[in-house]
């Protein structure tokens, strides 16, 4: 359940409405030794998952339990909370969802002030341990209970500050947004915008009716490219369970590699932030990096991960940042994170005032062949990495995440899973021919 960048678990076996209370007794707690002043207040939202509703209540009862006060944001995709958290200057942050995984799971990301992730290095495991001890004092007094509304609103308002709406064309636009909470955000943007809407699986519904929210898998999309094509939409928009990430289907019905969407946009910040920094995983995905220096702006590689690539970006004051799985972070005044409005706008406006369909437009941008995600289940993780040393030694171009390899026409990393006895391999070469056969070449020295 606790695990690297959240917590996560299946519903009624890991965790259940007493786990929930001492979840949050526990970040109470965490919180309560960080910030020093007298009046605390945590914010809490959740998805719309069928177990979400009694989540959020225990939560809620185990944060006020310890004294600290509640905001209660209600019905919220992650962005959406990430915004209120930081806007509203609260000092923590509950967000009850378990983003793309099925109905039966359910999970808290918890941040603190700005929005800033709590991981498993920063205090989930030190809530592990207080949820196991279960050795909480109740404070004196329980803490007090107040609401946000509008948040919703308040969030497209902002968005549309990056963008200028009169410069769009009327685009046809289908948005699948998977019976999940990206639903009520972009139906709520849309409503200000000169294009039509056509929303796949608008309604709100915890067991995925249609198919899984994860458009990351793209037989997930497969409604929506159909979609696009019957209607000769100028584009399609997917999202996962809680709309923290974002991808974009062309009018030919193909969905977008996120490297290259990630480098669209990288272009695009830097035109508004001369000579900026850009921070991106360091999964291969050349094409953000070419675009990045084409455009005078400075790439930095990192750990993948949501909340490490915020730390990073973060401590380097980078502008933007996106990871590989579509992710993509945009600086605001009140703290760096998930902003799909605005990412889907600027595009928008991008092409608006470009004369090329979005799949001219990106057709140009496929310089690389890439073998996507591919993982081995292996024995021993470690004896892996030792044969890569051996082999590819004089070609290590970053050792940290796995490791990663750079040759002039091929480039790959490899990263060990966290929980599981795996490695995954993301490859990537000038051409096909290259990237089948440095893939075959690869494969034989990770199983061995």
């Known amino acids: 359940m606790f695990k690297a960048y959240d917590i996560r ?3 009624g076996t890991e965790i259940d409405a007493d786990v929930a209370c001492r979840i949050g007794q526990a970040f109470a707690e965490l919180i309560k030794g960080e910030v020093k002043k007298d009046k605390i207040e945590i914010g809490v939202a959740h998805d719309m998952r069928l177990s979400s509703p ?13 004294g600290l006060n509640v905001v209660k944001l209600g019905l ?9 958290v930081a806007k509203h200057g609260l000092d923590a942050g509950i967000q009850i969802s378990a983003s ?4 039966e799971f359910n999970g808290f990301k918890m941040v603190r002030h700005s929005a800033i992730p709590v991981s498993g290095d920063s205090g989930i495991m030190d809530i592990k341990d207080m949820v196991m001890a279960n050795t909480f004092e109740t404070a004196d007094s329980i803490g007090e209970i107040r609401e946000l509304n509008g948040l ?21 636009v289908v948005v699948d947004s998977a019976n999940s909470m990206g639903g009520p955000l972009f139906e709520a943007l849309f409503k200000h915008l000169p294009c039509e809407l056509i929303h796949l699986n608008a309604e709100l519904d915890g067991t995925f009716p249609a198919h899984e929210a994860d458009p990351l898998k793209d037989e997930n999309n497969k409604q929506l490219q159909e979609k696009v094509l019957s209607e000769q939409a100028d584009l399609g ?6 709309a923290d990430r974002i991808f974009f289907v062309t009018n030919e019905g193909v969905t977008v590699e996120p490297a290259i969407i990630r480098g669209i946009l990288s272009m695009l910040f830097l035109r508004k932030n001369p000579g900026a920094k850009i921070c991106y995983d360091v999964r291969p995905g050349k094409i953000t990096s070419d675009m990045i220096e084409e455009n005078g702006g400075v790439p930095i590689v990192t750990k993948v991960g949501h909340s490490l690539i ?20 945009v600086k605001t005044e009140f703290g760096i994170f998930e902003m799909p409005m605005i990412c889907a706008m600027m595009l928008m406006q991008e092409l608006s005032e470009n004369d090329k369909t979005f799949s001219e437009y990106v057709k140009p941008l496929y310089r690389y062949s890439h073998s996507g995600e ?14 890569l040393r051996q082999k590819y030694a004089e070609n290590l171009k970053y050792d940290f995440d796995g490791l990663s390899f750079e040759w002039p026409d091929w480039w790959f990393n490899v990263r060990p899973s966290n929980t599981e006895n795996k490695v995954r391999l993301n490859l990537e070469a000038v051409s096909d021919e290259i990237m089948g056969q440095k893939l075959e070449e690869v494969k034989k020295v990770i199983v061995g």
């Not at 995709?77 to 209120?84: E, I, V």
């Not at 793309?100 to 109905?103: D, K, R, S």
């Open 9 to 11: 678990g299946v519903y």
């Open 237 to 242: 928009i997917a999202f996962d369970g809680d």
């Open 374 to 387: 591919i993982n081995f289940e292996v024995e021993d993780k470690d004896a892996v990495f030792v044969r």
């Open 310 to 329: 915020k730390e990073k970006a973060r401590e380097v004051g980078a502008v933007f940042a996106g990871e590989s799985s579509g992710h993509f972070f």
């Open 100 to 103: 793309h995984n099925p109905a």
């Open 76 to 84: 919220l995709s992650t962005p959406s909370f990430y915004f209120a």
């Open 54 to 66: 009694e989540l959020y209540e225990k939560i809620i009862e185990g944060i006020v339990a310890q």
């Open 152 to 172: 919703i609103e308040e969030h497209v308002e902002y968005a549309m500050k990056y963008v200028d709406i009169n410069k769009l064309k009327p685009f046809k």
